[in-house]
């Protein structure tokens, strides 16, 4: 029988998810339910000192704010519960204590005192990468150096030690990767990792193996930066005898900054001013104990259908020209084989571009209530239907919901002054004249539609012999105090022919023709 599909997506609460990390979700969770398989949320909090308060809580708040179901997790529980590593702890010891009876890992005894004095020496020799390995372990204080009455007796006077792994000295490790093909690593460049640690919890790497096994997992999927790691992994599975059981690896393609320089980091957003977390991350600084505030893409004002669109196309393609997915269709036509193994480059103007999409795609009642609440809290009235009209004529100037207010205001102030430079070239005593025939003919107009006043102000220019090409920038300035907008006759329309009139005559007061 077929497995059913199991993946889960595994951070270390160590603080706030970043982009990179909800784009790891993203896929996994695309894989599972484009297959009909099941999504987890395993809490990988082992590491205790790079323990960071409210990580936990950020992560499931973030992977809900982008639509990214959970099946199985510490809020949903599931058949393997608990799903959080430090509540597992006593699961793990015995898979430690099974290697060790195989042959596979060792006990050690080495201070960090010897650790580092074996690092000084093997430096010293100009050794390249000095490491606990299948040559040095030779040298060292461990069970397979030590004869077995002084192991036995270190142990029963609970002499402090750590389980390590036991990497053969020459062996080729290889397995397929999904993303990347066969990966081929030979063990010597592999060091004797420690899967227990002195104070009894698992590494990592003990735990994450143990777990993706318990928890039935098919498919690990993760950034490229675990692709070291996988060989390991490998050894693990082998060792505890679960190869026939291994999931399949796909290891992501890194996230680059804009400029294509190396991995994309908290400094580079801050410095380049977009955000590289999902959500606002309130933490304290770990030098100087200050608080701290994070950008989060969702108070910056983008909407999640638009972010995990973006976070889509880092990394993978439909190999198609389209661009604008629902979640759905991203479930359709998501497949790892489309994922890329070159890294993918961060674009803020592309995630921009996919907000304004977005934005603009939205029913313009939706688009008002946005307009409507923002107004409001400026203490502007405005009813449901005006701001209807108003969303629509400028929701093509906005990128995120606020852009709307923004550019309302001028429905709301009269101009307090004019662009100067427009005036400067196109004010003169026939424009002023002209615009004042037209506003004394506005308050008349039976059709105050954007057609109905066009049409007007056509006929009123054509009687003063006057061409529109001269008189419409100057209009603009005069209605709204700006050279550039949204499409003028709207605008006069939305004012009203009073309103309209009541500015253009104070225009004509105000600037000296
Ligand atoms: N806890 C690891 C992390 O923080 C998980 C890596 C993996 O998926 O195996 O990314």
Request: charged letters at 25%; glycine letters at 6%; hydrophobic letters at 40%.
């Amino acid at each position: 029988m077929e497995r059913e599909v199991r993946v889960r997506f595994a951070p270390s609460p160590t603080g706030p998810l970043h982009i990179g990390g909800v784009r790891t979700a993203l896929y996994n969770y695309l894989l599972a339910r484009k297959l009909g398989g099941k999504m987890l949320l395993r809490i990988e909090d082992t590491d205790q000192n790079r323990f960071v308060p409210g990580a936990e809580q950020y992560i499931m708040d973030a992977l809900r704010w982008c639509g990214i179901e959970i099946d199985e997790g510490i809020e949903q529980g599931g058949p393997h519960a608990p799903y959080r590593q430090s509540e597992r702890k006593p699961m793990y010891r015995q898979y430690a204590d099974q290697l060790i009876t195989d042959g596979y890992a060792y006990y050690a005894f080495d201070t960090p005192e010897e650790l580092d004095a074996m690092r000084a020496r093997l430096t010293a020799a100009k050794v390249p990468n000095p490491q606990y390995n299948s040559i040095t372990r030779a040298q060292m204080r461990n069970s397979l150096t030590l004869p077995a009455e002084e192991v036995a007796q270190l142990l029963a006077d609970n002499i402090p030690y750590v389980i390590r792994l036991k990497v053969p000295r020459k062996e080729e490790v290889r397995f397929q990767d999904l993303i990347r093909g066969w990966v081929v690593v030979h063990s010597s460049a592999i060091d004797d990792k420690v899967l227990m640690k002195s104070d009894g919890m698992p590494t990592y790497h003990l735990a994450n193996i143990v777990d993706d096994h318990l928890m039935e997992i098919t498919h690990v999927i993760r950034g490229e930066e675990w692709l070291p790691s996988a060989p390991l992994h490998v050894l693990l599975y082998r060792y505890l005898g679960w190869e026939s059981t291994m999931p399949q690896f796909a290891h992501l393609p890194l996230l680059l900054k804009p400029d294509g320089t190396g991995k994309l980091s908290k400094r580079d957003g801050d410095k380049l001013g977009f955000p590289v977390f999902p959500l606002e991350f309130h933490g304290t600084d770990a030098q100087t104990g200050e608080p701290t505030v994070s950008s989060g893409y969702r108070e910056a004002g983008y909407l999640p259908d638009a972010f995990i669109n973006f976070l889509a196309f880092l990394g993978w393609n439909p190999g198609t020209t389209q661009e604008l997915f629902t979640m759905e269709e991203l479930i359709e036509n998501f497949s790892i084989e489309r994922v890329s193994k070159s890294p993918a480059r961060f674009d803020q103007n592309k995630v921009r571009w996919f907000n304004e999409q977005y934005l603009r795609a939205k029913p313009d009642a939706e688009l008002a209530r946005y307009l409507m609440d923002d107004l409001t809290a400026q203490g502007l009235t405005v009813d449901a239907a005006k701001a209807e009209q108003i969303a629509a004529l400028v929701k093509e100037r906005a990128t995120f919901p606020a852009d709307l207010a923004r550019e309302a205001q001028l429905f709301f102030q009269r101009p307090s002054n004019y662009d100067e430079q427009v005036i400067s070239k196109k004010w003169n005593p026939q424009v002023a004249a002209a615009l004042t025939e037209f506003a004394d003919q506005l308050p008349t107009l039976n059709d105050a539609s954007p057609e109905g006043i066009k049409a007007r102000l056509t006929e009123v220019l054509e009687a003063q012999g006057v061409k529109i090409g001269q008189v419409l920038q100057a209009l603009r300035v005069a209605v709204t105090g700006q050279a550039a907008g949204p499409d003028l006759m709207h605008i006069m329309h939305i004012l009203g022919a009073q309103e309209t009139a009541a500015r253009i005559k104070a225009a004509v007061a105000a600037l000296p023709a």
